[in-house]
């Protein structure tokens, strides 16, 4: 069949849909009002006023993701919006390989704007389409995060007054740090690289932080802590039954998705609950995660394996294999993933906690109804679909370069030169 064969029929579902509301265009809108792109899929429909926005954001590399949807557009333009289910599998199995993270943040945008078109036909909240409430919101974690343990415990201070119980914390060490930390301010004066990052040094400053935020804090705040892939399923069991005593509520990506495979080892090696996922770029890789007991928490960034569709899958599953739910939403989520995490959240047995990012300003102007953190809560908006708009007149100020995370990444290097995941 050549591209000539083609019409809109080929791509047409074989059932008469319920009605004749249709999609009449898609399209992405790239934007950057906290420095990180963020991209959203817009789609439109034949009914006046009625359209879907949704989260697509590969923030490294989102040219990528806005190419893509050159391909799908043809596959979604003249389709009835309520057959979501059959569109990705018509998007996943036309592009034939079918997992990545571009082609998933795709498929997630039209994903969450066509749940947002849906919420909005039927004037409820997308988390009522999932079958409604079983809790009022979702409590969250915020990052605290100084050079020493002292600062690090101040800051964390002036998250617990603002009302959060869920703390993750990072803190400093020579060179560049850790991740999400600044460094402590010396360096490595004899390495190769004196900015370099030292598995040594974090597996001895690693403890001495919990054990000081435990002084500091005392015992009622839930204490969590993200490794970001740095270590080996060695050191990573040395690092977990260091924190033991200090009872933190979960550890954060101890391996890189190279030796997923080897998380079950680390995990019956001591009892401090592993979260793992937010590197997963197919459900089914995350869903290995969940049936293999990999994890205590699985922690996906919804657009990377697919958008809420997948989420959902996942939060079943995860139901059913007594694993809780800790989605990834930190700067390069847009607030269409936070509002998908969260519809998630509290319509989901499994949920165990939602990270949180608090956005600037800027990000207000361009998403009107985007949702926030209060009192240590995300609660869902009641608004029909995800009760969000995207101001792109906003948007426009705020335009997208190429992402800063890809500096960040090159930087992370151990003392003697060699590039370590970031
Ligand atoms: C987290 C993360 C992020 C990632 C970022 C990469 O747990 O919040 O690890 O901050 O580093 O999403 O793009
Ligand atoms: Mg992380």
Sequence with gaps: ???????????????????????????????????????????????????????????????????????????????????????????????????????????????????????KR?????YELLGGRVRAAADTYLHAEGATPEQTAEHARELMDAGLRHVRIHTGQPGIGHYGAPPSGDEYTWAKTPT?????????????????????????????????SRLTPKTAVMLARSLEEFRPFFLEDVLAPEFWDRLPEVRAASPVPLAVGELATSATEAARLVRSHAVDFIRCHLSDIGGLSAGRRLAVLAEFEGVKTAWHSPGDASPFAVAAAVALDVSSPAFGIQEGHVYNEATHEVFPGMIDIVDGWLTPNDAPGWGID?????????????????????????????????
């Excluded at 359209?51 to 990528?64: H, V």
């Design 1 to 119: 069949m050549s591209d000539l064969d083609v019409t809109p029929a080929t791509f047409a579902q074989p059932w008469v849909p319920r009605d004749d509301v249709r999609i009449t265009d898609v399209r992405a809108i790239v934007t950057a009002p906290e420095g990180i792109p963020l991209v959203v899929i817009r789609i439109d429909t034949s009914d006046d006023g009625l359209y879907g926005l949704g989260c697509a954001t590969f923030t490294q590399r989102w040219k990528a993701v806005v190419g893509y949807l050159e391909h799908v557009r043809r596959l979604v333009v003249g389709r009835y919006p309520g057959d979501i289910e059959d569109l990705l599998r018509v998007i996943r199995f036309t592009g034939y390989w079918r997992e990545g993270p571009v082609g998933n943040n795709v498929l997630s945008g039209i994903d969450m704007a066509l749940w947002d078109i849906a919420g």
């Design 122 to 126: 039927a004037g409820a909240p997308v």
């Design 196 to 228: 370099g990052w030292s598995v040594d040094e974090y597996l001895r400053r690693t403890p001495a932080l919990f054990a000081r935020m435990r002084e500091l804090l005392g015992e009622e705040v839930e204490l969590l802590h993200d490794a970001h």
């Design 390 to 422: 995207l101001d792109e007149r906003a948007a426009a100020r705020f335009p997208a370069g190429l992402s800063g995370h890809d500096g960040w990444a090159a930087g992370v290097r151990a003392p003697d030169g060699g590039l370590l995941a970031p």
